[in-house]
């Protein structure tokens, strides 16, 4: 298997319960291939959030194995978990910005994070700005942005980095048609890029604009997967000269 | 918005670097810990100075009054009639002048005692009226040990029958167990304070990490370590500190000198022997110091602390 076809999450026989309640994940088990588009779907209170937060490390399993770029992230020291939540961009439900900063810095942020340079900074956040079509509102606080706004800086934030997998909450709950479809376009550019992309929604309508995606069921905290191919799926030539 | 995203980077390099510097700074609100921090720091550190300036000059007494002290001893004469007193005093002087151990004695002139005496008696006193005992004060090479005293004593008392023998630092035993009270005060106020300012630290600390959970919890989950996220507290607090320090620090040795300046004015010898040197300034000046490292310490640890609750 050549390097590009490493899987880029596995998830076997996962299992989370918070607290001493019931499990709302069972047996969860799949494969994230790079380059792959998929939708999680299921009705509220399926478990999509609770899947999303296990990749985003921010919860762990009560059972089962998680594996991240190669790395069983569940036995991981803590300290080392930051460098994997690096790779990743996350689109928030509520998209949790910085209600303190400007859209400017609520972008910069992941690069900052991360350590690049200051003089590095201005141009690719500019360049997200405008493309997000915010330019002009770069010193604008969250709270003086429209909802539509905050989640276009939401989004700029998430990919600004280029992450190896970008998950998205729910993105297109806070906007209108036109909008969503936009949102999808920018997401699938990026999957072109090589970027793996999870996108959580219940608007079944949405699964139809990207043919390429997979879809991820989720029922009552169990993953439908009849045929085997989010396990198993059947290998796919990644988008070359994504770097 | 257009459909494709701008060329972007290449990957990052995604090390666990450093975030710092002001742009790190702005992760809290400007004056989120701000409010009455530095001014209980201040307050703490201003007493802090006073009681370790406090503690050092009453060391400085006590070690000063017993050196002087422990080699002393004096000798008094109690004989109401002048002419014997005068006689057995120069008896004494001669015969102590034959002792290796004593180095010097004096006797103290009649005028220097009614000076001794005036706060008491008043100015005039007339020697035979009040009968005054004769003070030889006596001066050992080392220490006026029990056994020095005791064979002084046997001496003087065959020429003088009147006459008593007393170690200086016996007086003053009493004395000397005050100021190490005193001490010891000093010490148990300046450890007590430093509890104190810590415990301030941590609850604002506290206070600040929770009105700002929501944006450590997103720092943390765009990849932010938790060194990253407590050096930003730690920052603000060390500044905090500092200013709070500064002025603590000016407060208390405004009221170190004033208080220095009030027991000189005393002109007292025993007082005056309780100066700072300037060692002790280094110690007193050092107070703010080890307050902003103290406190620097407590938000990271505190912060560091509730961080690890997290994954």
């Known amino acids: ?243 | 918005m257009s459909e494709t995203p701008p060329t972007l980077r290449g990957r990052l390099k995604r090390g666990l670097v450093p975030f710092r510097g002001d742009r790190a700074n702005q992760l809290l609100p400007q004056g989120s810990l701000a409010g009455p921090v530095p001014w209980v720091i201040a307050i703490m550190v201003a007493l802090t100075v006073i009681a370790t300036a406090a503690g050092l000059a009453l060391s400085n007494l006590a070690s000063g009054a017993r050196d002087e002290l422990s080699g002393g001893a004096t000798v008094q004469i109690i004989q109401a009639d002048p002419g014997e007193r005068t006689r057995q005093a120069q008896r004494v002087e001669e015969a102590l002048a034959n002792f290796p151990e004593v180095a010097t004695l004096r006797q103290i002139p009649d005028d220097e005692l009614e000076q001794l005496l005036e706060p008491w008696l008043g100015a005039g006193v007339d020697s035979e009226a009040v009968p005054v005992p004769a003070l030889i004060d006596v001066r050992f090479r080392g220490e006026a040990t029990p056994d020095n005293l005791r064979r002084i004593r046997a001496a003087i008392l065959q020429v003088a029958p009147d006459a008593r023998v007393d170690a200086q630092s016996t007086w003053l035993r009493p004395v000397f167990s005050a100021i190490a009270s005193l001490q010891y005060l000093a010490i148990a106020l300046v450890v007590l304070l430093a509890i104190t300012s810590t415990a301030a630290v941590f609850l604002a600390a506290r206070s600040a990490l929770g009105s700002n959970r929501e944006t450590i919890e997103i720092v943390h989950l765009l990849g932010g370590t938790d060194t990253q996220i407590a050096r930003v507290f730690q920052r603000t607090v060390g500044f905090d500190a500092t200013l709070g320090g500064i002025v603590g620090l000016v407060l208390g040795m405004g009221a170190v000198l004033f208080l220095g300046q009030r027991f000189a004015a005393l002109d007292n010898g025993m007082v005056g022997g309780g100066g700072l040197g300037w060692l002790d300034w280094i110690a007193v000046a050092s107070v703010p110091l080890i307050t902003v490292a103290l406190a620097m310490l407590t938000a990271r640890v505190t912060v560091v602390a509730a961080l690890r609750r997290m994954l």
């Open chain 1, 1 to 243: 298997m050549s390097k590009g076809d490493e899987e880029v999450v596995t998830f076997d026989n996962v299992g989370l319960r918070y607290g001493t309640g019931k499990e709302v994940l069972s047996d969860v088990s799949f494969t994230l291939w790079p380059g792959s588009f998929y939708f999680l779907t299921g009705a509220s209170g399926a478990g999509k959030t609770s899947l999303l937060k296990l990749l985003y490390l921010a919860q762990r399993p009560s059972r089962g194995v998680i594996r991240m770029f190669g790395t069983d992230v569940i036995t991981l020291p803590r300290a080392s978990l930051p460098n994997y939540r690096r790779r990743l961009g996350v689109v928030f439900q509520d998209f949790r910005l910085v209600p303190h900063m400007s859209a400017y810095d609520n972008i910069a942020l992941p690069l900052r994070v991360s350590g690049v340079p200051e003089a590095e900074v201005t141009k690719p956040v500019t360049d997200m700005l405008e493309w997000v079509g915010l330019a002009h509102r770069a010193e604008a606080r969250p709270a003086t942005l429209s909802g539509g706004e905050q989640q276009r800086v939401a989004i700029a934030r998430a990919v600004i980095g280029r992450p190896d997998v970008l998950l998205a909450d729910e993105p297109t709950g806070n906007v209108d048609p036109d909008m969503a479809v936009k949102l999808l376009r920018l997401f699938e550019a990026l999957n072109r890029l090589g970027t793996t992309v999870v996108v959580a929604t219940h608007d079944l309508h949405l699964l139809q604009k990207v043919p390429q995606s997979m879809i991820m069921r989720l029922d009552k905290g169990r993953l439908s997967d009849p045929t085997g191919m989010l396990r198993n799926p059947p290998r796919r030539q990644t988008s070359e000269g994504a770097d």
